[in-house]
């Protein structure tokens, strides 16, 4: 099991930034990739940006660009740098985790944080 608490939320206006961070507790060692997907009103969870052990990231098209994702591994921690924000980035982000373990992967989801820019 892996614990998942996301912080740094919050409103902004169009152009401006704000900076998620999520803390990853429990059993930290199984974990191999990291990452942050999103949910605006109305429309299905999708992938923001993922991060594996070994630094690769991938990004939507859509944040390419304008968001930055990494991680402090000695702090369990994963960040995510959003820049020049567009009322479109709108929704609840959430913190991701794959682990793998006993040959099974596992998928865990963090609460949740909101973020809301206005135009």
């Known amino acids: 099991q892996v614990h998942l608490v996301e912080s740094g939320g919050g409103q902004v206006q169009a152009g401006g930034s704000l900076r998620l961070s999520c803390a990853a507790s429990?059993?930290?060692?199984?974990?191999?990739?990291m990452g942050w997907y999103r949910q605006a009103p109305g429309k299905q969870r999708e992938k923001v940006t993922t991060?594996?052990?070994?630094?690769?990231?991938d990004y939507a098209d859509s944040v390419k660009g304008r968001f930055t994702v990494s991680r402090d591994n000695a702090k369990n921690t994963v960040y995510l740098q959003m820049n020049s924000l567009k009322a479109e980035d709108t929704g609840v982000y959430y913190c991701?985790?794959?682990?793998?373990?006993?040959?099974?992967?596992?998928?865990?989801w963090g609460q949740g944080t909101q973020v809301t820019v206005s135009s």
């Open positions: 429990g059993n930290i060692f199984e974990i191999n990739a």
């Open positions: 991060i594996t052990n070994d630094g690769t990231t």
């Open positions: 991701y985790t794959r682990t793998y373990s006993n040959y099974q992967l596992h998928d865990y």
